[in-house]
C-alpha cells in the first residue's frame, strides 16, 4: 500500500563542510575511522510535499572518490531513513577501458540541447576536459568510494544513479554493491519499503534510457527520481506527460564552482551563470533538488560554494 497523499511541509537541509584533502587511512576499501565531532553551517527552508508519515532522506552527488569523512559523520548524525546517490561517486571514464570515449560522452550529453552550436560545444567540452586535467590525484583503487558505501550502507539503504563519470562500472564494483546491499538505478526503478511504507525511487543515467522514463513516469504512488543532470529536467520532462515526480534529485554543476550572487560561473551543460546549479525548484507536481556536490575535482578552489550534505525531512500530520 502506498503512502496517503496529504499535504504537509517538507524541510530542506543543506549542510556545508570544506572539502577535506587526503584519503581514508588504513587497508583499501575499509571502514573510515572515527573523527571528531564538528559544527557545521546549515541553511533550511520549508516547502511542500506529500507524505504520511515523517520520513528523513539524505541526498549526496559527486564525491568523486574524495575523502567521504565528513560526509559521513554528517549523515551518522541526521541518521536517515534512506540515502540517495546521485552520481559520480566513482571514477570511472578511462578511455581504452569500455566502449565509451570523451567524443561518445560529449555526444550523449549534448543531445537535445538546441541551444548549443557544434563549434561552441567542441570548445566548450576542450575546456572540461582541459579542467579534468588540473584534476586532483584520484585513488586508483576507488577505496574512498569503497568505503563510502559501506558507512553508508550500515546507516540506511543506499539508492545510487549513475552519473557521467562512471561511464561503466568493473566487475569489483558489481561484487561490492551486491555484497553490500547497495540498489544501483541505471535506467530503472525500484521500490522502497520505507517507513511510511513502499515508495518508487528511479534513476535516469547520464546515457537516459527515456522509454523506461516514459514508464517509470506513469506509475502510481509517490515517485523519488535520481538524475544526475538537472539539464535534463528541462530537456526531457518538463511540460510533458513525464513531469510526474513528487521529488527529483540532482548534482553534476558542483554548485557552478564559484558562486556569485546566487548564480554559479560556469556548469556542464548548463553554460555560464546559470541558476540550476544548487537549491530546489518548482516542478510541475513537486521539486528539483540541485546538490552542489561533495567534493572539488580540479585544483581550481571553489569559491562561495562549499561542499554539501542535503536533508530532506517529509513530516507528517500533527
Not at 524541510?11 to 556545508?16: C, D, G, N
Not at 506529500?50 to 528523513?56: G, K, N
Not at 576542450?126 to 586535467?133: D, V
Amino acid at each position: 500500500m502506498m503512502p496517503a497523499l496529504k499535504k504537509e511541509p517538507l524541510i530542506v537541509t543543506r549542510y556545508s563542510f570544506p572539502f577535506p584533502a587526503g584519503f581514508c587511512p588504513g587497508t583499501p576499501y575499509g571502514r573510515c575511522p572515527e573523527v571528531s565531532s564538528g559544527s557545521y553551517p546549515k541553511t533550511s527552508r520549508g516547502l511542500h510535499s506529500e507524505v504520511s508519515r515523517s520520513l528523513r532522506l539524505a541526498l549526496i552527488a559527486d564525491l568523486h572518490e574524495g575523502d567521504p569523512r565528513a560526509a559521513l559523520r554528517l549523515l551518522k548524525r541526521e541518521r536517515p531513513d534512506v540515502i540517495l546517490v546521485a552520481g559520480d561517486l566513482l571514477e570511472r571514464h578511462e578511455e581504452g577501458a569500455s566502449e565509451w570515449t570523451n567524443e561518445r560522452m560529449d555526444e550523449w550529453m549534448s543531445r537535445g540541447n538546441r541551444n548549443c552550436h557544434p563549434a561552441i560545444r567542441t570548445a566548450r567540452n576542450a575546456a572540461i576536459r582541459l579542467l579534468n586535467g588540473l584534476s586532483r590525484e584520484k585513488d586508483s583503487h576507488a577505496r574512498n568510494a569503497y568505503a563510502f558505501l559501506k558507512n553508508a550502507r550500515a546507516l540506511a539503504p543506499v539508492y545510487y544513479s549513475v552519473g557521467n563519470h562512471e561511464w561503466y562500472f568493473t566487475d569489483e564494483d558489481r561484487a561490492l554493491f551486491m555484497r553490500i546491499g547497495i540498489t544501483l538505478l541505471d535506467n530503472a526503478d525500484t521500490v522502497w519499503e520505507s517507513p511510511a511504507g513502499p515508495i518508487l525511487i528511479g534513476g535516469l543515467s547520464t546515457r537516459y534510457d527515456l522509454d523506461w522514463l516514459d514508464r517509470f513516469s506513469r506509475r502510481p504512488g509517490y515517485k523519488l527520481l535520481l538524475c544526475h543532470h538537472p539539464e535534463y529536467y528541462f530537456r526531457y520532462i518538463q511540460g510533458t506527460v513525464r513531469d510526474a515526480f513528487d521529488l527529483i534529485f540532482s548534482g553534476h554543476a558542483h554548485g557552478g564552482q564559484w558562486r556569485i550572487g546566487g548564480r554559479g560561473v560556469f556548469a556542464p551543460g548548463q553554460g555560464f551563470f546559470s541558476k540550476y546549479v544548487y537549491g530546489d525548484f518548482p516542478t510541475a507536481k513537486g521539486r528539483l533538488i540541485v546538490s552542489s556536490g561533495a567534493s572539488n575535482t580540479v585544483t581550481i578552489p571553489r569559491l562561495g560554494n562549499p561542499c554539501e550534505l542535503v536533508m530532506i525531512e517529509l513530516h507528517e500530520t500533527a
